[in-house]
Each structure stands twice: as C-alpha cells, then as structure tokens.
T-cell receptor, first 111, second 113 residues
Framework: GNSVTQMEGPVTLSEEAFLTINCTYT??????LFWYVQYPGEGLQLLLK???ADDKGSNKGFEATYRKETTSFHLEKGSVQVSDSAVYFC??????????WGAGTKLIIKP | DTGVSQDPRHKITKRGQNVTFRCDPISEHNRLYWYRQTLGQGPEFLTYFQNEAQLEKSRLLSDRFSAERPKGSFSTLEIQRTEQGDSAMYLCASMRGSSYEQYFGPGTRLTVT
C-alpha cells in the first residue's frame, strides 16, 4: 500500500542554519505530495504542495521538489528562524484525496 | 472564511460512555474528512464525505465508530462504549472539490479514563 517515511526527530539546529528534512514515499500511480506544519498548540497547516513530477512547492522560504525517480519530497530552507520550531509532516494523497502521513519530524531551532 | 471549527476542544469521559464530536467545515467545501492522531504519530484517516454521502468508511477503527453529515454541512463523529485506547486527538478537515488542499480544524482531544 501507499506509505510515507520521513526522518526521525527531533532535529535541532541553530538559527540561520540550513534545513533539510527527508521524505520518501511509496505509491501506485501519481500521488500529490504535501508538507504540513503543526506549531505548538495549533492545528495542522498546509505548508506547500506539488501535484506532479518535477514540480517545486514553496512557501515561507521553504521548498520541496517532487522527485519521481527517487520517490522523494525533501523539505529545505536556507536559513531557519526560531519561529520555525514545529512538527513537520510529509503526506501524499491516496484515492479520493485521502492523506497518507509520515510520522512527523520535530524541529527545534535554538537562538 | 472562518476556518474549520471543532467542538468540543477537549473531552474527558469514563470508559464505556458514548461521546460525540462536531465539525463545522469551511462553508463552500463539499468534502469533509475525519482523522485520528495519537502522540508522536501522523494522522490516521478514518472516513470522508462528499456532500452528505459517506464515500469511505472501511477505515473506521471498529463498529463503535460512526460518522454522519446529514445535510452536507456539519459532521459528527460518535464513539460508542469508549475504551482507553480511544484516547487521541480527533481531527476534521475540509476541502473544496479536487483542490488537493485540506484545511484542518484545531482538533478534539479525547481522554478516556
């Protein structure tokens, strides 16, 4: 079946460091791929998406490219801030637009 | 756009009791999804509606779980005879058509004692 695997956390970085959170997937067909973010005490928010191979999703300085050949959708940001501290979830759409989720990666940014 | 709302935000109940949660989606969104999230895990799909029709319910965790969306607007999720293992965050999301973007509510945290 379809599944998403993302790197385990927590990931701890200093402010202004470069961020990569790895995400790989297994899917039949051509799913759409997403990154969601959950800030402390808040609900899940869509961060970015890509709906076909080689698409790049971007938002708030974060980027991820849909790589079909490596079945990956890694999240990157060039310079993280303390306010980026949150849990990040990689997900893909199943049939009927159901979301299949990774386990989440907690990101901690230290000033 | 007032966002997706869920009620209550927190529910503490004793084992064996029934509980019902409500979700109000964004008004023009015809699809509505329920998920369950346990600590340290990603959400787990439970069921979804397109308008008032429940199109997928095989992922509901047991026959103690049921959901309705009677007029294609708000939805309810009921858990009968709650068990301690039902303790989790229950999330609702809505989506317009085939936009790919699901908008989540704040969730209802259930604690079964």
């Amino acid at each position: 079946g379809n599944s998403v695997t993302q790197m385990e956390g927590p990931v701890t970085l200093s402010e202004e460091a470069f961020l990569t959170i790895n995400c790989t997937y297994t899917a039949t067909g051509y799913p759409s791929l997403f990154w969601y973010v959950q800030y402390p005490g808040e609900g899940l928010q869509l961060l970015l998406k890509a709906t076909k191979a080689d698409d790049k999703g971007s938002n708030k300085g974060f980027e991820a490219t849909y790589r079909k050949e490596t079945t990956s959708f890694h999240l990157e940001k060039g310079s993280v801030q303390v306010s980026d501290s949150a849990v990040y979830f990689c997900a893909l759409t199943d049939s009927n637009y159901q979301l299949i989720w990774g386990a989440g990666t907690k990101l901690i940014i230290k000033p | 756009d007032t966002g997706v709302s869920q009620d209550p935000r927190h529910k503490i109940t004793k084992r064996g009791q029934n509980v019902t949660f409500r979700c109000d989606p964004i008004s023009e969104h015809n699809r509505l999804y329920w998920y369950r999230q346990t600590l340290g895990q990603g959400p787990e799909f439970l069921t979804y509606f397109q308008n008032e029709a429940q199109l997928e319910k095989s992922r509901l965790l047991s026959d103690r779980f049921s959901a309705e969306r009677p007029k294609g607007s708000f939805s309810t999720l009921e858990i009968q005879r709650t068990e301690q293992g039902d303790s989790a965050m229950y999330l609702c999301a809505s989506m317009r058509g085939s936009s790919y973007e699901q908008y989540f509510g704040p969730g209802t945290r259930l604690t079964v004692t």
